[in-house]
């Protein structure tokens, strides 16, 4: 992936490849901190545009994502959002074609710099898809394998049972730990892709469209499950589903998809506010006639 976008100046060759990423104490402390005080920004980001093979995708994105906070992306198909939210942990560095530019700053460093590790940043920032998607292992083996493979120190068996029960999902399954992950519902499946992420100790955890694929019972139990995690995670959702952001998130940020020339559209940001905002009193009337359904 191409960054058409210079370093910071503090950029310097040679330095560790996660040095420019807080430390795990100092993360641990910043999240204690922001229980009792305004939450601090967790995510900047100033003039973000995201392009694939130079056609833009999503452009002219500025906005601050807040700690411990749960952050909605709506709007129509096609603006951009899952494009977005996988610049937070450089997931669009896996298509060759993708160029991003302007900053993403987290907890105000470049994500992007030279000296930043993109494995370091996904260990710091997981990302659970719109599809459950476990591996074709045990339940036990698909929370052990992040950990095995960073090398994380620990009794195993505790960082699954913990993993598990962070996700509401240990009274379930604790007597099927050696049985196929295939063998669970939807439902317990995407709590399991969320256990995963959570094993390897992230601060954020990215969702896209996280219960699309559910039914109405799984998705309540996903929504109670984020409402539960925001006290010690920060979360950013990506749905097209109205209610469901309006339900869980703090504040929404709504995309719209503008014409910029014959044949060629592009997602923009419309609006981003407290949700309560978005959903009864917003700003521009393209957001008002996106969430009471007028279009989209």
């Excluded at 204690?32 to 056609?55: E, K, N, R, W």
């Excluded at 899952?82 to 074609?97: A, G, H, K, Q, V």
């Excluded at 998607?133 to 083996?141: C, R």
Aim: glycine share 8%; proline share 5%.
């Amino acid at each position: 992936m191409e960054r058409t976008t210079s370093a910071p100046d503090d950029t310097r060759p040679g330095v560790s490849a996660s040095a420019g990423l807080p430390k795990l104490d100092e993360r641990d402390d910043r999240a204690g901190d922001a229980a009792g005080a305004a939450a601090a920004a967790i995510f900047t980001l100033d003039d973000v545009s995201v392009a694939y093979g130079g056609v833009p995708a999503v452009e002219d994105v500025t906005f601050a994502l807040r700690q411990n906070e749960i952050t909605a992306f709506i709007g129509p198909s096609g603006c951009g959002k899952s494009t977005l939210i996988r610049c937070l942990n450089r997931m669009n560095d896996l298509i060759p074609s993708a160029t991003v530019a302007g900053k993403v700053l987290y907890h105000d460093q470049d994500l992007y710099a030279d000296d930043i590790d993109p494995v370091q940043v996904r260990k710091r920032i997981g990302m659970v898809f719109q599809k459950p998607n476990p591996f074709p292992k045990s339940i036990f083996e698909n929370i052990a394998f992040g950990p095995r493979v960073l090398g994380m120190k620990g009794d195993m068996n505790e960082i699954v049972e913990g993993a598990l029960r962070k996700a509401a999902l240990w009274d379930e399954v604790k007597d099927r730990l050696k049985t196929n992950a295939f063998g669970m519902s939807g439902g317990q499946q995407q709590r399991l892709c969320i256990a995963r992420t959570m094993a390897i100790e992230p601060e954020v955890i990215l969702m896209d469209e996280p219960c699309s694929a559910l039914d109405p019972i799984s998705t309540g139990a996903i929504e109670d499950l984020m409402l539960d995690l925001k006290v010690n995670y920060s979360i950013v959702i990506v749905t097209h589903n109205m209610q469901q952001a309006a339900r869980v998130s703090d504040r929404t940020a709504f995309f719209n998809v503008d014409k910029v020339e014959e044949g060629k559209r592009v997602g923009k940001l419309v609006e981003f506010a407290p949700t309560e905002k978005i959903f009864t009193k917003p700003d521009d009337t393209r957001t008002e006639e996106y969430v009471t359904g007028k279009f989209g």
